[in-house]
């Protein structure tokens, strides 16, 4: 790898094409080369995997994770910045750069992607890794969407903003814990890597961003069925602050409410905002 590439600035490469970032896709670009070079080196990518990248921004990544690996899988929905990765990477044969949503909606990755990950994956025979600056504008639901896909991923190494990093490791009772914490925390363990200010960007986002290692694994007591312990933490957390008792019952009503809290032998006077991820898989697991 060329630890001397120097990358012109992405504001000379969007004006050289009357291009401009668009805020509302969380269009911000890194500027540190060897910070791009620190991400690839924490990620360990290795030449086995297939590696997926959301958001291919200017392709700057995209090329270094396309050195170390044998097939790379690269997302961008910008018509203006899919173009300039498409001539930019052109040369590269181990890469199929897509140019649509990652999502198809909320909670399902587009099926385009699904199909390319998958035929990278059958030419590789690796695991799939995620190292991506996400988007802000979709970071959460990519998240969620990723440790939920039909498609394994073995690790994901992931630039976000900081109070969405600290929304991942929060613990029960803080103010940053919510629904995204319990659910992507059910799949995985999440680890912060480093943080970067605002001006390591341009344009400069108001916030600052945290890159996060997240590695799934089987939970440590498996819901019974997914989509009730989804609902459950959602539904919940609409009551975070209330006790457990009475959150219940807005949910099911009393004569419902007492038999879960007696099969949970949980706390009916802790407030929501303080079970643990175990918790909400045993309430699930408690509902008729």
Same mark, same amino acid.
């Not at 750069?97 to 035929?119: G, I, M, Q, W, Y």
């Not at 099969?263 to 175990?278: C, I, K, N, Y």
């Given at each position: 790898m060329n630890r001397q590439r120097r990358d012109p600035h992405p504001r000379d490469v969007l004006n050289k094409h009357h291009l401009r970032a668009t805020s509302g896709r969380g269009q911000n670009f890194l500027l540190s080369t060897s910070k791009m070079d620190s991400i690839v080196d924490l990620a360990d990518v290795q030449s086995s995997e297939t590696v997926l990248e959301v958001g291919a921004g200017l392709g700057r990544l995209t090329q270094r994770l396309a050195e170390r690996t044998r097939r790379v899988v690269a997302v961008e929905v910008d018509s203006g910045l899919f173009q300039i990765a498409q001539r930019r990477l052109q040369h590269? #044969?181990?890469?199929?750069?897509?140019?649509? #949503?990652?999502?198809? &909606?909320?909670? !399902?990755?587009?099926?385009?992607?699904?199909?390319?990950? =998958? =035929?990278? !994956?059958?030419?590789?025979?690796g695991k799939v890794k995620v190292v991506s600056n996400l988007p802000y504008s979709i970071a959460s639901p990519t998240m969620v969407c990723l440790l939920e896909w039909e498609v394994p991923v073995g690790s994901l190494f992931v630039l976000l903003q900081s109070d969405v990093a600290e929304r991942l490791v929060a613990k029960p009772g803080c103010g940053d814990y919510s629904p995204l914490t319990v659910t992507v925390r059910y799949h995985a363990a999440v680890e912060k890597a480093f943080d970067l200010p605002p001006h390591a960007f341009w344009p400069q986002p108001k916030v600052s961003s945290t890159f996060v290692k997240i590695l799934p694994r089987s939970p440590a007591q498996a819901a019974e069925d997914y989509e009730t312990f989804r609902a459950a933490v959602r539904t919940l957390f609409q009551s975070r602050r209330?006790?457990? $008792?009475?959150?219940?019952?807005?949910?099911?009503?009393?004569?419902?409410? =007492?038999?879960?809290?007696? !099969?949970? $032998?949980?706390?009916? &006077?802790? =407030?929501?905002?303080?079970?643990?991820? &175990? #918790?909400?898989?045993?309430?699930a697991n408690a509902l008729d």
């Open positions: 590269l #044969d181990n890469l199929e750069l897509l140019h649509c #949503d990652f999502l198809e &909606s909320k909670h !399902r990755v587009n099926p385009e992607v699904t199909d390319a990950v =998958r =035929r990278a !994956r059958d030419k590789t025979g209330k006790t457990l $008792r009475k959150a219940l019952k807005i949910w099911l009503g009393k004569k419902e409410a =007492r038999p879960v809290l007696d !099969r949970t $032998r949980l706390d009916p &006077s802790m =407030r929501v905002e303080g079970l643990a991820v &175990s #918790d909400f898989v045993a309430i």
